[in-house]
């Protein structure tokens, strides 16, 4: 019996049936089955990520890098993306490495899923939210909750109910110690009135550092300016490696911003030197010397810096200037909080990962119980690196759960 429909379970009931468990019942409390797959990736459903190598995979994920080689070893992305193929469903590597379906929509995964459950004689029951979850005394699990019409019984279980705490609750019952929940990949509200002025704006190869005590967290990749402050695929992979972290100082700190797409300090002082005697007689606004932001963007630099955009580069104030570099290359920012409540993607935290044996998935607390998914203490950075724990978590799970049957 799986408890979840969501990815983790599914694929843990799926490889079950095929290979030869004869009652599979999937069990899920909303009406809807596999929804954190419909609506991810804005609708596309970032499936996986073309990272071949599991000892480069596990990097991606701030909390359980070290014992989820073991898990990578056995089903990677490269295993996941030939399991969908053999069902059916093509996968399409964008530029960034990036996997999605070849449909490029999430509904193509929800029914390659749903027709392989279906194939496999997976039975699958939608509102029924499972309540409690206990062991007898013959080591047989009992299943009750709304939904379903008499408690039901189980040699095995697997818990695959993402971060709802329901599925924390049932774990922690059975014996298992949580790790606290908190968010994970999240927006970063700034105190940067002038950057919202820029809202919508894309730019690459953005150097974000944050400080938190006497911790520091970096990273480099694409920026995305919002009306309250920053996202993106850097900011979101910040905020996963400094998820606790940010917690802690309840999402206050200061984060220092390089917008000089690898120039530096040295490389920005040296083109803004160049354009005061190349550009000389042309304005600050209308001679952009950085092509990798648009002119918006620039011009807030220059408000920002107090230069005036209509004075010509020749007559650039050097206080001004030497604001310019600042901005450029370390721009100050102060973090107000987190983006918008519900707007975060997953969490870091849940069932501690020395409690259940990686080999397996199953509880070393409560034999005969698995899990996969959410509910551990593994979460991963934006790019489909969180389905990719599903995936391999919920085969493993489905394998040991056959050879166990």
């Known amino acids: 019996m799986v408890i979840g429909g969501g990815a983790a379970g599914f694929m843990a009931a799926i490889t079950a049936a095929e290979q030869g468990v004869k009652r599979v019942l999937v069990l899920e409390a909303t009406p809807e089955l596999l929804n954190k ?16 190598d599991p000892a480069e995979l596990v990097g991606h994920y701030p909390r359980g890098q070290r014992a989820l080689k073991g898990v990578f070893s056995r089903f990677a992305a490269g295993d996941a993306i030939a399991w969908f193929a053999d069902r059916g469903l093509v996968l399409i590597e964008e530029a960034d490495g990036r996997m999605f379906p070849e449909q490029n929509r999430s509904e193509a995964v929800i029914q390659c899923l749903k027709r392989a459950a279906l194939k496999a004689g997976v039975k699958v029951q939608t509102r029924a939210m499972v309540q409690r979850l206990s062991v007898q005394s013959e080591g047989v699990f009992l299943v009750d909750g709304r939904g379903l019409d ?7 279980v697997m818990l695959a109910t993402g971060g709802h705490p329901s599925g924390r609750k049932m774990a922690e019952n059975l014996g ?27 730019v690459d190869d953005v150097g974000l550092e944050l400080k938190l005590n006497n911790q520091r967290f970096r990273h480099v990749g694409r920026v995305l300016i919002t009306h309250r402050g920053l996202s993106g695929p850097a900011t979101l992979r910040l905020s996963a490696f400094a998820a606790r972290a940010l917690h802690g100082s309840r999402y206050r700190g200061e984060l220092r911003v390089d917008w000089s ?22 304005t600050l606004a209308a001679a952009k010397p950085f092509d990798h932001f648009p002119r918006r963007l620039w011009q807030a630099f220059l408000m920002l810096a107090g230069a005036d955009g209509e004075r010509r580069w020749a007559e650039l104030p050097v206080k001004s200037e030497r ?18 409540f519900g707007e975060e993607f997953v969490t870091a935290g849940g069932v501690d990962l020395g409690e259940v044996n990686l080999a397996t998935m199953e509880s070393r607390r409560c034999p005969g119980l698995y899990l996969a998914g959410e509910l551990l203490d593994v979460d991963g950075v934006t790019g489909g690196f969180n389905f990719q724990a599903c995936w391999s978590g919920g085969w493993l799970a489905g394998q040991s759960i056959a050879l166990a049957d």
């Open 150 to 156: 008499q408690p039901l019984s189980a040699q095995k």
């Open 323 to 340: 604001r310019l570099v600042e901005i450029l290359c370390a721009q100050p920012l102060s973090i107000q909080g987190r983006g918008p």
């Open 261 to 282: 797409a690898g120039l530096g300090r040295s490389g920005v002082e040296q083109r803004l030197k160049q354009w005061r005697q190349e550009q000389a007689r042309r």
């Open 37 to 52: 797959v419909r609506i991810s990736g804005g609708g596309r459903c970032n499936v996986t990520h073309a990272c071949w």
């Open 176 to 202: 298992h110690q949580l790790v606290p929940p908190v968010p994970s990949l999240f927006s970063l509200s700034l105190e940067a009135s002038a950057l919202a002025a820029c809202s919508g704006i894309a």
